[in-house]
């Protein structure tokens, strides 16, 4: 018998798992309402739209991301070497466990919903925003700039290549590229 009453945070954490395992558009209401113990049309009550449902789990997710990941930009107990470690780490962890959201939700939903697309934009601006003040430590702003834009564009390659092949070595590969950049550019900014 379905369950009668459950938090909203379990059901966005519900909705994201299977926003990630199955895509936006494969992730129908009822299957998310079974993911809960409820039943479909109690999910209503909850949420009004599936379309509302996403906008909330896009949130929560960029909510996790900046408690968990982008502060670490501004813990000044750590070296900027060690920010940007424990950024791509947590991120890595965060990423090849549960799936790329942001990204999937991105281009799944691009150009389709302007509340989906500028809620995203606002995610991956703060995660290049997050590289660019830890690379500001050690650069102008201008090569910051480029660098985080540069970084994040290669982490993402990286996590869809992991998950079309299956093999968790591209986002391996990528981090290890990462770390050695930036400790290559801290020693010599002018590469």
Known sequence: MP???VSIDFILRQSLRLFREKSYHNTSIADI???CGLLKGSLYHYFPSKEALMNEVVKYAHAYF???VFSIAHNQELTAQEKMEQIFKKSEKSLLSHGDLMANV???TANKN???TENIQTFFEEWIETVKIVFSEIA???DAQQLAEQTVLEFEGAVMMTRIFKDPKFVHNAYERLINRFAAFSLNPNK
Do not use: D, L
């Open 3 to 5: 369950k009668q009453k």
């Open 33 to 35: 309402a079974e993911a």
């Open 66 to 68: 900046k408690k968990n």
């Open 106 to 108: 991105g281009v799944e």
């Open 114 to 116: 302007k509340e989906f």
């Open 140 to 142: 102008n702003e201008e």
